[in-house]
Each structure stands twice: as structure tokens, then as C-alpha cells.
């Protein structure tokens, strides 16, 4: 992989959470434009690195460094990576209570487009936006007008956070088990707009425990997180195998 193509690098990094060390040294690379799948067990750590790359204060990064589009990452607030195009979905997206949802999405699109130097949108013209992407989203547009995630369903919280997706359109999204507790229509919806924000120049990171989606979204690489560490790194045939094997598989059975 190039170096001038890397638009995150990521190299021996380790996360404590709480008194636990969780990440050891995690390195890995995502080119532009590329779409990176990451699997693991359960409590292998792989919200950790999410959380830890959109820089959330009790993820504490201990060693190694993250350089993201030219700037040096870790060093950034979390405002400012976001600013610089970076979005990171929760895999179990929070409740903001009194925060209005469109309100919410507006000020935060603003904020980027802010940073990328491209004019704000007043309150007419982003309600257009989020009507249309609400509408591809399969949201309700009432659910724009409601405080954030209250009294979602769990699909709904997870279109939502879609449809911040939709419209900050940041360089490189890590989507943290987006698919889970989506309906068909929903995992749908999720490969739709991965393909179409490819189309436009968005990186991927996407963390599932699930084939059909990983199939789905044709990745570039499937990473393993192991141990504290990218044990493995390969292509689909990767996917298939823990998909087949789980993540107990007997280590001579590993790829190489
Ligand atoms: N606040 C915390 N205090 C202590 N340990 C924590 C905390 N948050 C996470 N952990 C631990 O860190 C480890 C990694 O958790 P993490 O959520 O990153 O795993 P994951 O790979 O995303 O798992 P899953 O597939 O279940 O989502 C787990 O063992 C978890 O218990
Ligand atoms: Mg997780």
C-alpha cells in the first residue's frame, strides 16, 4: 500500500479502557475511497478502536499514533477529527434528551462544512436534505423533529445514525455493526448508501458479524482483530473462512 494513498495510518496502537489494556498494537492502513472490513470476537476491542480513532475520553490511546488525511490524529479533539472528515457510528447509538434531531444533524453538518470551506445551510435548505435522505433511509420525517434517539427503536436509532452518514458525507465513515437490528429493508438501505458514498470518494471501516453484509459491500481487505492486534488480514476468502470457522478456530487452520 502507498504511502501518499493512506488516508489513515495507523501504527502500534494501544487503548486502555478502564484499568484493562485492550488494544496491544493495533497497525493497519485504509487507502481513499477504500472500504476495509474488521472483524473479531466479541470483546476483541473493535468499538474500542472506533471509539478511541474519534478520540472519546475514556478510550485512552497509551502508545503509537494515527495519522488521518496529512494531520496527525491523535493529537486532534474530537471536534476537530470530525471537522477534518472522520465519522464514527455507535453501535448502540445514545439517547440526547432535549437535543432536537434535525437541529442536532444541521449544527454538526455545518461544522464540517464550515471546515471544507463550503457555505452553511440555513434551516430550509438542510430540511430538504433531510427529508430526501430520511425519505431513502426509510426514516419517518417526524423523527426529525424529536430529540435525538428518543424513544427510537433500535433500527430507527440505527437509520439515524445513517442518515447522519448521509449527509456530513465525511472522507472515511466507521460504521460499528450498522446492520445490526435492521430489517431486510434496512441492511438494504446500508449497501445502498455505502455504494453510493463510495461513489463520491468516502473510505470505509466496517465492523459485522454478518457475511451477507460483508459479501454485500465487495471490501478491498477484511481485517481480524485479535488479541490486541491485526492477527490476520486478507480478502473475502477471510470473511468466509471465520464466518465458517468463528474465531476458536484451531490456529494451523488460519490463513497465513
Ligand atoms: N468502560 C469500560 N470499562 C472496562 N472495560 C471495558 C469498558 N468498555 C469496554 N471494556 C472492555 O473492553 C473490551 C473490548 O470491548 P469492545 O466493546 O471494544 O469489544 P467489541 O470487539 O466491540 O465487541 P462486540 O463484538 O461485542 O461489540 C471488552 O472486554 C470490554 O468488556
Ligand atoms: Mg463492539
Known amino acids: 500500500m502507498s504511502f501518499d494513498r493512506s488516508l489513515l495510518q ?14 496491544k498494537s493495533v497497525s493497519f492502513d485504509v487507502d481513499a475511497g477504500a ?15 472506533g471509539l478511541a480513532l474519534a478520540g472519546h475520553p475514556r478510550y485512552r490511546v497509551v502508545g503509537g499514533w494515527a495519522r488521518f488525511a496529512g494531520q496527525d490524529l491523535l493529537s486532534m479533539s474530537a471536534e476537530a477529527r470530525a471537522r477534518a472528515g472522520l465519522f464514527v457510528s455507535f453501535q448502540a447509538p445514545p439517547e440526547i434528551p ?7 444533524i444541521r449544527t454538526a453538518l455545518n461544522a464540517v462544512r464550515d471546515a471544507r470551506g463550503e457555505a452553511p445551510l440555513d434551516a430550509f435548505d438542510f430540511l430538504g436534505r433531510a427529508r430526501d435522505a430520511s425519505a431513502d433511509l426509510g426514516l419517518p420525517e417526524a423523527m426529525l423533529a424529536r430529540p435525538v434517539n428518543d424513544g427510537f427503536s433500535g433500527g430507527e436509532r440505527k437509520r439515524n445514525e445513517l442518515l447522519q452518514l448521509a449527509l456530513l458525507q ?33 473510505a470505509f471501516i466496517v465492523v459485522s458479524h454478518y457475511l451477507h453484509l460483508i459479501e454485500s459491500l465487495a471490501p478491498d481487505a477484511v481485517l481480524r482483530l485479535h488479541e490486541g492486534c491485526i492477527s490476520e488480514q486478507g480478502d473475502l476468502a477471510l470473511a468466509r473462512e471465520l464466518a465458517r470457522s468463528g474465531f476458536a478456530r484451531p490456529a494451523e487452520a488460519q490463513a497465513v
Do not use: Y
Not at 495507523?10 to 488494544?23: E, F, K, Q, S, T
Open 10 to 23: 495507523v501504527r502500534d496502537l494501544r487503548v486502555d479502557v478502564g484499568a484493562r489494556n485492550v488494544l
Open 35 to 49: 472500504l476495509v472490513v474488521l472483524m473479531g470476537a466479541n470483546g476483541s476491542g473493535k468499538s474500542t478502536l
Open 98 to 104: 432535549g437535543v432536537k434531531n434535525n437541529l442536532f
Open 170 to 202: 465525511p472522507k472515511l465513515a466507521l460504521l460499528d455493526e450498522i446492520d445490526s437490528g435492521l430489517d431486510v429493508d434496512g441492511a438494504r438501505a446500508v449497501v445502498q448508501l455505502v455504494h453510493k458514498l463510495r461513489t463520491q470518494g468516502t
